[in-house]
């Protein structure tokens, strides 16, 4: 069954500490790993997406990657203002139909 | 950049009463628009997908008579819950996809419905 896992489920971090955030996929018929940063009470906004091994984004203070199994999207001296839920999700084929299926999401908060 | 609409952001209801929400994408044509389900602690999950004048694609295990979903026009879906149960308690988000490209795809701000 397809499946994405993201990690850690929550994570703490003092201003400018850099970590890395995780997503693990077991999907078949990958078609693209997407990255969306999501607010209390708010819609998922779109932040990267990766089609192929080896590919990387970079925005701001962040920056994503992709392995054959895994994505991680790596912030790198983070602010107050970086807290949020970050969300993957993969494009994949499923029943003759398209569909971005997401994990649960990881909850940064950035401590001043 | 693009914007979608949800109405209301809110609402509270009694069991058995049915709840319309609204999903408006306010500055493009969408050739999609899809709706999800977000429980505490979960995954967002898909529960439908939508075509203008088409009947709605529902996902395994959403039941079509309870979520019914009206495509009428390239910008407006809307999405009722009808005789809702407190089980159905939950935050649905509503997306518009510009193009065939998933990175055109816009959520709404979400409606968070209560139901007592």
């Known amino acids: 069954e397809d499946q994405v896992t993201q990690s850690p489920e929550a994570l703490r971090l003092q201003e400018g500490e850099s970590s890395s955030l995780n997503c693990s996929y077991t999907?078949?018929?990958?078609?693209?790993l997407f990255w969306y940063r999501q607010d209390p009470g708010k819609g998922p906004e779109f932040l990267f997406t990766?089609?192929?091994a080896g590919e990387e984004k970079e925005k701001e203070r962040l920056k994503a990657t992709l392995t054959k199994k895994e994505s991680f999207l790596h912030i790198t001296a983070p602010k107050p203002e970086d807290s949020a839920t970050y969300l993957c999700?993969?494009?994949?084929?499923?029943?003759?139909?398209?569909?971005?299926?997401f994990g649960k999401g990881t909850k940064l908060t950035v401590n001043p | 950049g693009a914007v979608v609409s949800q109405h209301p952001s809110r609402v509270i209801c009694k069991s058995g009463t049915s709840v319309k929400i609204e999903c408006r994408s306010l500055?493009?044509?969408?050739?999609?628009m899809f709706w999800y389900r977000q429980f505490p602690k979960k995954s967002l999950m898909l529960m439908a997908t939508?075509?203008?004048?088409?009947?709605?694609?529902?996902e395994q295990g959403v039941e079509k008579d309870k979520f019914l979903i009206n495509h009428a026009s390239l910008t407006l879906s809307t999405l009722t819950v009808t005789s809702a149960h407190p089980e159905d308690s939950s935050f649905y988000i509503c997306?518009?996809?510009?193009?065939?490209?998933?990175?055109?795809?816009?959520f709404g701000p979400g409606t968070r419905l209560l139901v007592l």
């Open positions: 999907v078949s018929g990958l078609r693209g």
């Open positions: 939508s075509n203008e004048g088409s009947k709605a694609t529902y």
């Open positions: 990766l089609y192929s």
């Open positions: 999700a993969v494009h994949l084929t499923q029943g003759g139909s398209e569909k971005l299926v």
């Open positions: 997306s518009a996809r510009r193009t065939n490209l998933w990175e055109t795809q816009y």
């Open positions: 500055d493009f044509q969408a050739t999609t």
